[in-house]
């Protein structure tokens, strides 16, 4: 049968869960590949999810007193150079201008793999006095990293993302400023993306070049691998020296600034894939979905239907992001669709239901079929997509939980990585020898140190040595 | 006086109009400039005014069907190469990546000057069948072309945009398409921005380089030059068959498609500045404007004034984009700030006002005050804000139609260029050699052959042969 094409043609998560994935962004037209190697396209499904995700996290940022800015794509190499392991951290992986038109240019640029090093630039003549503090700037583009290895969304030579730069008077100021944008890519992830995150800071070999202290928040995949998910850094006032910016505090005197960067990228979209999918293809919360309801009429040529799919389109488009399929495909084929694509719940429609005044509203993530009246479509509906919004929130945090161990000594910590995937929580004594040996040994990285901290045992799971710090670790993206 | 600085520290328009642009930009806090040579950094006051731009336009797109998605920032040097006159018009000012980290690539990467090459590589995988046509695809980017001589949003070496790209199965569809998105950037100029536009098609000299047919709008700033505000292109098969785009069609055989481009950039906030600003500085039309009310309180340290103030703001908000200036500076100094940022009414309000019950609104464009009400000020703004936008745009086209001449003979041509400054409306023989000519003696271009033609003589008013098509010549920026 043709319907069941689409389907079949994707591979089961549980037999080859990374071509499961690379099959769902293909078949679901999220993106396609290029000529240009490690560089994607992102279609018009994959862009629109893209649009919400900026669309909800840019109405949080403008709450928390975010503006948005633009700054230049490109990075003189001297700039680049300022901030010693800023520079080490990325040089390596950046994409070089040298010529403009058929001119050599006398100093080589590079496309902006991150931009701290502009925002300082920047900041430098823009900030003079205590009253030009905070400086809390915000900007969306794309930025540029020459990876070797990539995969849609997950690792691309180019990618999409907003990166948050920030000034502050104090340390204080700045390490809250950091927390707080932790705390509300936390918020966006489990209200919008129903999408359960450890919040907690990264050890030092894991941290962001150049920065004092970074934080994430990590989430765990349905294969048991982690993804960060997004991160805030506090830079100290390592940046503000290298850079020289200052500012004439209150007491008169010339002071360095305080400075956080933050950001989140299309890679979050890979989680939503990678945390919700099934075997039939993508799921998407209701909240984040650019489609939420699609109406399928059946036997559509029968006079009536197609008006009725219509009519209940206008009816439900004030309240939803609503759509009729209307093509000539057939209903089978069209409710693969619409489960490939992951829209949260279709509407069926046919004769036979008008006549007894009824359709059929068919969740997308467990497949629940609810017949309501007409009349009742549009409270049920919202109670559905609610109440899905919420499950798919509640479903995956007990597959995290389900999948995060904990291990009081090596023997169990390298038995459980080697017969089981998720997260292992397990003391660390604090030194990056046990890190090392650890990544040597199980190919598995120290997440983050949460913020609810617990006491496993009292000595590092590596080492023997007296722990100080509980930490997630897993495999990661 | 204090307040006074902000204000005479700019240049004034008839004094050197260049300048005032550039004190403008400045002063307002739209722009900063950068180390990198060409490149700006746009500030929350000129981003705040590209969010509202894109916002409004991007929704009139999606009502015209169009979709958004985003292709990669590089282009390979062999894919720019495929076809002839596009590559010969931008490969001159292409910024070219050599190298990615430490390794030189095996082919160069230009950054990408304009999309169509990318698209067009796209769409060949994309596009099989007629049910796969029309495609209308949209994508929000930055480009960079390597300028000489930049100058703030007017030309520089990156710049932000949208641009449009369609595939279609015949060229009446693709021709519909191209004019009906130049009309769509007319209404949004005209009725969003305030600006009056002339649509037009471009001269063989002056169209885009690869296009059959390049149609454009055109405005006229302040000072009597004229700014290209929007371009849209047809360019028949000639891309698809140089990247061999097919489809099977209804009948069964394989056609090229057919295929448009359109854009807008950040160009078009130097229009709003030169069509509506003075020597006060910035006038925003009410329906761009980031703030449009700003509420600044008189005597503020009195008892009841900065209550009163935020209690109007809170009454306000809903209906408005309204800010309290609350900060230490004098009335006098707000009211500078206020007219310098072009937001476009304030309100005052003090001691003596709230007494009577009262406040003022004051109109930033015409300087007007309107006594009212706090019962009536919510109205009473509305109406001044839409009696505002409507008089800004009756203004501009009064402006424009006062600066618009009409030459029969080179004589008059000249005289008109030679001593005023604005359009002039002359006949053209369609031969380049004219236009050449024209262009040499008085810098002057043909800026568009208007859907409105009119008889203005029989004869080109350069070379005296029959003439084909009345043509708007200007100096442009």
Not at 238 to 251: E, P, R
Not at 325 to 344: A, H, L, V, Y
Not at 452 to 467: H, W
């Amino acid at each position: 049968m043709a319907e069941k094409k689409l389907v079949e043609s994707i591979t089961s998560m549980d037999t080859d869960f990374a071509q499961w994935y690379t099959d769902v962004v293909k078949k679901a037209e999220l993106i396609d590949y290029t000529s240009v190697k490690g560089c994607m396209v992102i279609k018009p499904a994959g862009y629109a999810i893209w649009e919400n995700i900026q669309k909800n996290l840019d109405e949080m940022f403008k709450k928390n007193g975010v503006q948005n800015v633009y700054l230049p794509l490109f990075i003189p190499e001297s700039l680049l150079q300022k901030e010693k392991d800023h520079v080490e951290g990325f040089a390596p992986e950046v994409a070089w201008v040298t010529h403009g038109g058929t001119n050599e240019l006398q100093e080589r640029l590079c496309v902006r793999p991150t931009s701290e090093t502009l925002f300082c630039d920047f900041y430098k003549n823009d900030i003079h006095s205590y009253r030009d503090l905070p400086r809390v700037y915000n900007q969306w583009c794309s930025v540029v990293r020459w990876e070797k290895e990539t995969r849609p969304f997950l690792r691309s030579r180019e990618f999409l993302w907003q990166e948050g730069h920030t000034a502050h008077a104090t340390l204080e100021q700045a390490q809250e400023r950091t927390i707080q944008m932790l705390h509300v890519y936390a918020e966006f992830c489990e209200d919008v993306l129903a999408i359960p995150v450890i919040k907690g800071e990264k050890t030092d070999k894991e941290k962001f070049a150049g920065a004092e202290s970074t934080y994430t928040i990590e989430a765990l995949m349905h294969d048991g691998k982690a993804l960060q998910s997004g991160t805030s850094h506090n830079f100290g006032d390592g940046f503000a020296k290298a850079f020289d910016i200052q500012f004439a505090d209150k007491d008169n005197t010339l002071k360095h600034v305080y400075q956080t960067s933050w950001g989140m990228s299309t890679r979050i979209i890979g989680a939503i894939i990678m945390v919700h999918g099934d075997d039939s293809g993508l799921v998407l919360p209701p909240k984040i979905a650019p489609v939420q309801v699609m109406i399928i009429p059946i036997q559509q040529k029968k006079e009536g239907v197609l008006d009725k799919a219509y009519a209940l389109r206008d009816m439900l488009e004030g309240s939803f992001h609503v759509k009729v399929d209307d093509s000539d495909k057939s209903p089978g084929w069209k409710f693969s669709e619409q489960e490939m694509r992951g829209i949260p719940v279709r509407v069926e429609v046919g004769p036979r239901d008008m006549e007894a005044g009824k359709c059929v509203i068919c969740r997308r993530d467990t497949r629940e079929k609810i017949e309501c009246t007409f009349e009742e479509l549009e409270t049920r509906l919202r109670e559905t997509l609610d109440t899905m919004q919420r499950e798919m929130l509640e479903r995956a945090r007990e597959h995290r939980d389900a999948h995060t161990y904990t291990a009081a000594d090596m023997e169990t910590f390298e038995r459980i990585f080697n017969e089981k995937a998720g997260f292992v929580k397990a003391m660390w004594c604090g030194g990056q020898e046990c890190e090392d040996v650890i990544k040597e040994k199980l190919s598995v990285t120290s997440r983050c140190m949460p913020f609810e901290q617990e006491q496993i045992a009292d000595t590092c799971v590596c080492c023997g040595k007296p722990a100080k710090k509980m930490v997630y670790w897993g495999r990661a993206y």
